[in-house]
């Protein structure tokens, strides 16, 4: 059976339905032809350009990421910025990109239920849910969830380990950590999200002073682990939904792709 | 003298200064890099995907063009659009796109000039002027100027002739033709300005059934001579200028480039 | 039984229902009093100045038309444009402006369904439907239906003496006429939505440049028969329509009301 | 001399430079035609129905307003607004309607300056200037001027007396008056204005219930005269400014128009 | 049982749901702590200086109002407004205030249900509901309902005699009174409304002169009774609702607050 | 010589005048009152409740900040957010608040000139200026200048040490360190500007993961040295600049403001 773009935007659909992206998002086939065939794909989180050229060493014929490729609609398309550089790349190499972006982050089973799950929380739930999936199933971008009860210190350890980020900020809302909310990449501004979900702390990414400064005067221990690290385990998980949906098609992880963000 | 594209879109904006271009328009390198050597350009009025493949065809490897390649900043650049299809077709095969779009219509010397003279028009000024260049001159949109009085159905024959339009619209503002405003491409909501700088006749194109009728009602002639052939006779000029100004550059015109749009 | 403004207001909402106008657009009683007695109607598509001079001259106290006497709101009824032209000579003459501009365009029996029907398209749908009315049918601007399979040349005859347009300005697609979308006046941006309905060939009007283009580029046959000619059919069900709504009123058809647009 | 409503447009304009006006606001020729013949001119604050009556019965050919009789550009022009109204009476009888609005308002010698010297002030200035006429003075909505020094309550008997105002409204700030500042019509925003340039009382009218309030609160004195009354005082001396720049054209003064605000 | 904030808010709630307060709005908890505790409550219309004053004086710590302390968001907190000063003194002072606005004006039993009932009118309806409450009653900001058949001029005493406004400004639509429409506060745009729901006669407040002469040229009396006057009765029916669901709160209605507007 | 706000505020204004903050920024006076005495200043970079709480135990009676008490315009005044936390504080306290943003971050000898000389750059420069201020020096919010040329890791130690930032946040653009640009807080994307200006190194806080990939692909070291330690700096000069403009007013610097931001 031979594969096209087209049937594997189908196979993401089913895990990610577009319907449950944000208004403001882009998500789908942003670089290429809907029925080129598809032999290799490379799954990585982002699209840039050393990814656009491990996808060509490697003969993928598909990129398939969850940050699209295309968010800021362009006016040219040029090596003067980073989206520009993997577009050129790409076309140049007739190498498609496909992504799932918010849709992603909310459906059953994608970023922020990995990212639940890799942290060890039990009794997830979907604290504010934006709609409700045709199973009946409320979805939404936040995941909250129960740990053991334990002090600030004890938890920062295990989420260092288990997502394997180098240093993580924090701020310390003077709690215990008990029931944690999650959201990977840029959450910081649900903290009031958080706070009414009965949470004590709130695990996401990108967190700007402001935000750690309302959250501790609020009790909250917001604790930024790295947008690279709260997100990047939805790839293996997206990986092996693609290889069971989509039989002959060789499914590759990015080995390239590490957080350019370092510490010192 | 090796040139890379930079050159050649300073050489360009020469003739076509970027800041006479207006707000909500596209123009420059708007697909490659501004690094890229250049030796042969393929000069034609739009960047649409059999024009991409003549340049390929004919080996050049920069496309100058009067329409933009991107205008509405695309969320995607896929064959589902002709956009993408051009986009795709030019980075695949490493021609660059440069274009001056307004800028081109308002400058001394561009499309409107060249619109007015080949119609033969005399004492030609600028009659709604938005800025003054550098020299100190007027430019804008419109041309008006002057040709022998005669009655609208003479005048309809020379800009036939002159334009080689298959065949023109128009609307009888009942009058004879003796001062005339040229607007290359969509200047068919200018009626009131081309009255207002005292003209009895209006030549553009893209004309809708409502200003044809607001053109006749107020009394001016209104004629339709087609977008491309309004538009096109700039590429000879603006090639040319490119020659003298990139010696050692082969500058090609489009032969492929015709209207897509019959009459029957 | 006397007739008043109101009743034949009413008359019109039954064939084209106010809520199925487009939330931009204007219909309705325009000029004039709904009290107003109505003895004579003038029914054509348009409320141009030499139209309401017609309705003068043959009596008519009530002009009924598709387009409407008010487009974008007046800061000024003067004689320096054609509606304050048009509103100066009705008001002057105590005859009363009544139209029904998009809801004549999307209702069953309307302007679109009339386009179809004079074309010999069979099993005509709504391919985008906005809403459905009250006996639960989909109504919606454009209208699509099969034709025999037919070269497009052979097509454009046919459109040219069903509708009496002079000359046809088309884009050849390159495909063979068989599922055709029709949309009166200027739907020339509805060429994806003909193509995800299934058609090759889309009749419309005031098409632009870069609808024909885009058109062509994506297989698409795009007729432009002129806005005058695809609309103005609707007048004469229309004028038939109230005659029967209407009995005691004496119902004319427009006799002066011809495209302005002439072609060399 | 024949006059035409051009060459009385033209003689306001001397007065009141249509510059002057606000960007929101709607001035110069409202109804009719441009080269109409005047003959007789009625003079009013606003061009409502019942004075565009008085024009009819008094065989004026043009109505000349403070007001303009078009504010929200209408979407019709029918009985069911006042405006609608207005507009169908002029247009049936022939009179066309010119006004100067608020660039009468900000003018040298127009409605505030009128209002501030009805009220008797000495050394009027500009409190709040908006731009500088050709000779050089600011000009701008508020006027600002010296009374003798007395308690609210004397003053109040003079703003009644001078005005004509049956009843006023006002706020106490608890201040003697001094400066004034005056805005004929609702100026009951420009309480801080007032307060910056040194006022302890505000002359105004269509004040709301929180203007009172808060000008009490920041101790300034909020005198409420009435809209038309504040207002009404501008028509003679513009009636007689036309007299002098028109000679030949008979200028009446309406008769009619009185405030129809009640009090009980 | 000892009160706190949140324990008022939500009696307050019970009578005027949050859900109907109109999207601009403001409402609820405005100024201090939610768990404050709450032993004395004052009621009034305004949370004016002298309102905060004189709760301070009472010794109450929660100030109930109809009108938001916070109307347009400030960017600042100082003695330069009305608001900061209200601000500066409340939070200097540890009272909270709490109010209920566009919620209370529309509810059963709010603002215009009082105001009705204060005129004595039968059969009151909502003539243009916003919303349906959990009852399936309509909800909104208007209420009609019948009076005897009277002059205007009779109607003027009742309504100056029941709401205790010294004097009434209105306009005289030409008819007697009988089906009347209110809107306590500034509600002189709904003339178009009132009409529609078949009344003859407005009560509110804060008219301007435009709104006047509409109303009188369309035929409805039009009267302002003075936005304090309309609005204030509900304060007395809000301090007993509260009485008999906060047993053991002091529930004092403001003796000090009075119209601040005065007839000269 | 009894010194109040207002004294304060001129003095603050001389070193960084009001119009040279951004349009959306918020500065001055922005809790309390403008005529209050002033003893005992607090100078901290911003008014968060510990910060309050620190001012009334050390007796001051105005707090001065960096940041503003009031960002986005609050519909509330309660405990709910850290806002509404501070002005209760402050107003229950009679602490005054003034701050001056962008103003400070924009002058000369403001918070970037100062994070520029603690990080030892010399030949100072403003690379984007936004204006000119009276001695018609070039204002602007960056500032760029040289260092020694060296390898980035030792630049790294420069910041930690200079600033006392616990960790650094960076992207390795893959050039020495030669040319820097600052803008203390969030600046993360003024990559382009910063390349712009021909440097190498951009130093600033708050920066997301695409602006550090973003800065990585165009060759540009990107080091967030966090928010607090970039800015905190200009607290010191502030508080000299203060202390020698108002003599016999104490002047204090904040000794409870650290970071609330941990490492782990």
Same mark, same amino acid.
């Given at each position: 059976?031979?594969?096209?773009?087209?049937?594997?935007?189908? @196979?993401?659909?089913?895990?990610? %339905?577009?319907?449950?992206?944000?208004?403001?998002?882009?998500?789908?086939? +942003?670089?290429?032809?809907?029925?080129?065939? *598809?032999?290799?794909?490379?799954?990585? +989180?982002? %699209?840039?350009? #050393?990814?656009? &050229?491990?996808?060509?060493?490697?003969? @993928?014929?598909?990129?398939?990421?969850?940050?699209?490729?295309?968010?800021?609609?362009?006016?040219?398309?040029?090596?003067?910025?980073?989206?520009?550089?993997?577009?050129?790349? +790409?076309?140049?190499?007739?190498?498609?990109?496909?992504?799932?972006?918010?849709?992603?982050?909310?459906?059953?089973?994608?970023?922020?239920?990995?990212?639940?799950?890799?942290?060890? /929380?039990?009794?997830?739930?979907?604290?504010?849910?934006?709609?409700?999936?045709?199973?009946?199933?409320?979805?939404?971008?936040?995941? @909250?969830?129960?740990?053991?009860?334990?002090? /600030?210190?004890?938890?920062?350890? *295990?989420?260092?380990?288990?997502?394997?980020?180098?240093? +993580?900020?924090?701020?310390?809302?003077?709690?215990?950590?008990? &029931?944690? @909310?999650?959201?990977?990449?840029?959450?910081?501004?649900?903290?009031?999200?958080?706070? =009414?979900?009965?949470?004590?702390?709130? *695990?996401?990414?990108?967190?700007?002073?402001?935000?750690?400064?309302?959250?501790?005067? /609020?009790?909250?221990?917001?604790?930024?682990?790295?947008?690279?690290?709260?997100?990047?385990?939805?790839?293996?998980? /997206?990986? =092996?939904?693609?290889?069971?949906?989509?039989?002959?098609?060789?499914?590759?992880?990015?080995?390239? #792709?590490?957080?350019?963000?370092?510490?010192?």
């Amino acid at each position: 059976m031979h594969m096209i773009v087209r049937d594997v935007l189908e @196979a993401i659909h089913r895990l990610a %339905p577009s319907y449950m992206k944000y208004d403001w998002d882009n998500e789908g086939l +942003l670089c290429g032809t809907m029925t080129q065939p *598809v032999t290799k794909i490379l799954v990585a +989180l982002d %699209p840039f350009p #050393h990814v656009c &050229r491990e996808a060509k060493e490697k003969g @993928a014929d598909l990129l398939v990421t969850h940050h699209p490729l295309i968010f800021q609609a362009p006016k040219s398309v040029t090596d003067k910025d980073m989206t520009g550089k993997s577009i050129l790349f +790409l076309a140049a190499n007739g190498i498609a990109a496909v992504n799932a972006h918010t849709n992603l982050d909310c459906c059953h089973g994608g970023v922020n239920d990995v990212l639940a799950r890799v942290l060890g /929380l039990a009794e997830i739930t979907v604290p504010s849910p934006i709609g409700t999936d045709e199973g009946g199933h409320p979805y939404g971008l936040l995941r @909250a969830g129960l740990t053991n009860k334990q002090p /600030l210190s004890q938890f920062l350890d *295990v989420v260092k380990e288990r997502l394997g980020t180098p240093v +993580l900020r924090y701020a310390d809302g003077g709690r215990p950590v008990h &029931r944690v @909310a999650v959201g990977g990449g840029s959450c910081g501004d649900c903290y009031e999200e958080a706070l =009414e979900a009965g949470c004590d702390t709130l *695990v996401t990414a990108d967190v700007k002073y402001n935000q750690f400064w309302e959250a501790q005067t /609020l009790g909250l221990n917001l604790i930024d682990a790295g947008h690279f690290y709260t997100e990047n385990p939805v790839c293996r998980v /997206l990986a =092996e939904s693609l290889r069971q949906k989509l039989p002959g098609v060789e499914i590759l992880l990015s080995e390239s #792709h590490k957080d350019c963000m370092k510490f010192a």
